[in-house]
């Protein structure tokens, strides 16, 4: 009796540690972010979920701005080009059943003119049950046509925000990616940020995450993996394999509350890793 | 002497000025489906490529139109018929055409 009871309640121990140690992130995906052309309609998914793991992923409502941030010339601000007529909701499949997630086709003739695109989500407040807390993360992605480089560098000033110090659409595996952590648009010293690689495929004729994982990681702490900032709020972070890193930065804006419990605004920032040719 | 060191100075001005030139030029167009088309250029640094020169040549090498880039970057042409290219010409080492055929 003693000798069953024991493996039940580690693998219970695991399953919990496993669960903790997953963070949630808001998936901002497109398949490929360095583009030659903008020859198509350029495909985006929403999904809020725990990306390395490939879930569980959590009812997601509409965004409260979907849009995109891009120079008019290269010298001035961006301008802001709203994209949420173009959300869809879908059903993606979750552990138990589905749950809402977002999928927008953004038409050429928006999305095709060379430079830096800074795709960004601006979500309701998440209600978490199990913390009796809300999570809003402000994610970003970017993509660039042409190669004519323009806003990757640029604040847009977010509640929470991180803001790139590498291209996110230009980094060969095993490069360092560098970013520094906005709060409120100060940078946040010795502040925590998850990385999690995207480690399950998505499979966007089923709306689900497939089932292989590309890592099986031997710790949980390199599974969700957790790296500071400096005191001058960057962090720096080698990307050791091709695909999608995702980079939260927790709590770092500066409302705390929402509907009388607290609140914790993030900014995410998702960057593209590519094997060099062989 | 002097001679020698003046040239010297100028040969190494004129390196560091094309050193801080070792930004690639970037060019491309589309089509805009309503029977015009759209250049576009810039440089790898980020640097204005305003006021470039633009040509529009036919299959014989004629030039067909030309222009320069607006502070967008960008021009504007009706596509002609037949064969063609667009040439972006920023000076000796920064020209770069793309073939009408491409433009899609």
Known sequence: ???????????????????????????????????????????????????????????????????????????????????????????????????????????????????????????EPFHEESEDIYIQQFSKVMVNIGGIPGNWDEALGLPGEIVALNKPYANWTGGVFRGVVLGDGKPVPFTQVEVEYLNHDLDLTNNRFAEASHIEAPHPALGAMVIKTDANGQFAFSLAKAGWWGFAALDIGPVKTFKERPLSQDGVLWVQATDLPK | MKKLSTSLLLAAAAFLTSAAQAHTPLFDCFDNGDATLTCEGGFSDGASAAGVGVRMLDGQGKVLEQGKLDAKGAISFKRPKGEFSVVFDAGAEHTLTVLGDDIT
């Open chain 1, 1 to 123: 009796m003693k000798m069953k009871f024991a493996p039940l309640l580690l693998g219970a121990v695991l399953a919990t540690a496993s669960m903790q140690a997953a963070a949630h992130f808001l998936l901002v995906y497109t398949p490929q972010t360095a583009l030659l052309r903008g020859g198509a309609d350029m495909p985006f998914n929403l999904i809020f979920t725990h990306a390395f793991n490939g879930g569980p992923s959590m009812e997601m409502a509409k965004p409260q701005k979907f849009y995109f941030a891009k120079q008019a010339t290269p010298d001035e601000k961006s301008e802001i080009t709203d994209l949420s007529s173009y959300l869809e909701p879908i059903q993606w499949q979750a552990q138990n059943g589905t749950v809402s997630a977002w999928r927008a086709n953004i038409p050429r003739n928006v999305m095709r003119s060379a430079g830096d695109y800074q795709i960004v989500v601006e979500p």
